[in-house]
């Protein structure tokens, strides 16, 4: 098992950036695949993006290409999700979550561990 403890979530404008963190810790964190996932209130927990144990490959949704970018470090045991251009939209709860995933996936089946969430708020 894996702890995973999100933070950096607030109150941005529209417009604006975030910088999340998601520090882990019990087994070994590099072997894990990463991902941020978001919850909006009323809709279904959606993937956000998606990186391998390694680093060398991400994948995002289409909502948030070319705005958010994912990365880790593994020496610091914490993955990062940057996000710029913030909308309204964006709006929701950002879980991280970490999975026995050989590359990467959108598949939120294949996370088996989560943190608690961070709060993001974007005002227009």
């Known amino acids: 098992q894996v702890q995973l403890v999100e933070s950096g979530g607030g109150l941005v404008q529209a417009g604006g950036s975030l910088r999340l963190s998601c520090a882990a810790s019990?087994?070994?964190?590099?072997?894990?695949?990463m991902g941020w996932f978001r919850q909006a209130p009323g809709k279904e927990r959606e993937f956000v993006a998606a990186i391998s144990w390694s680093g060398t490959s991400t994948y995002y949704a289409d909502s948030v290409k070319g705005r958010f970018t994912i990365s880790r470090d593994n020496a610091k045991n914490t993955v990062y999700l940057q996000m710029n251009s913030l909308k309204p939209e964006d709006t929701a709860v950002y879980y991280c979550a970490a999975g026995p995933v050989f590359g990467t996936t959108h598949d939120i089946k294949q996370y088996d561990n989560w943190g608690q969430g961070t709060q993001v708020t974007v005002s227009s």
């Open positions: 019990g087994r070994t964190f590099s072997v894990y695949g």
